[in-house]
């Protein structure tokens, strides 16, 4: 027997099970048989509906937690750009201070230092 027969031969023998099988466990009248795969049939979907619902509400929990972790994180990260900003603002505001400072007493000194200048080069041509 060549491998295409032995696949033929399984699979017919496999639908006359199947039909065995179908007959044994089914009885029923065609009418009894269609209103039990109705039934059944409605069993599923109410199932499946519940199901889905149930991953839908999952899903939208999920959403919620999400979208608050990152309002959260937002709000932190506003916060610490303010921090942020409000350094920059002090230390800004320092070295201005300091560069004030610096151009006063440089200023200051240049002055003296430019009379004491003048007093010196009129000393050297007397």
Do not use: C
């Not at 209103?35 to 959403?63: H, M, P, Q």
Request: proline share 1%.
């Amino acid at each position: 027997m060549n491998s295409g027969s032995k696949v033929l031969l399984g699979v017919l023998a496999g639908a006359a099970t199947g039909a065995i099988l179908g007959v044994l466990f089914a009885p029923d009248k065609g009418e009894e048989t269609r209103r039990r795969i109705s039934e059944g049939s409605r069993d599923v979907t109410s199932n499946l509906k519940d199901k889905f619902g149930e991953f839908v509400d999952g899903l939208a929990d999920k959403y919620e937690n999400v979208k608050d972790s990152a309002s959260d994180l937002l709000e932190q990260g506003k916060q610490k750009a303010g921090n942020v900003v409000n350094a920059i603002k002090s230390e800004a505001g320092s070295v201005a201070s300091k560069a004030t400072n610096a151009v006063n007493s440089a200023t200051g000194g240049a002055g003296a230092a430019t009379a004491g200048g003048n007093a010196g080069a009129g000393s050297n041509q007397a």
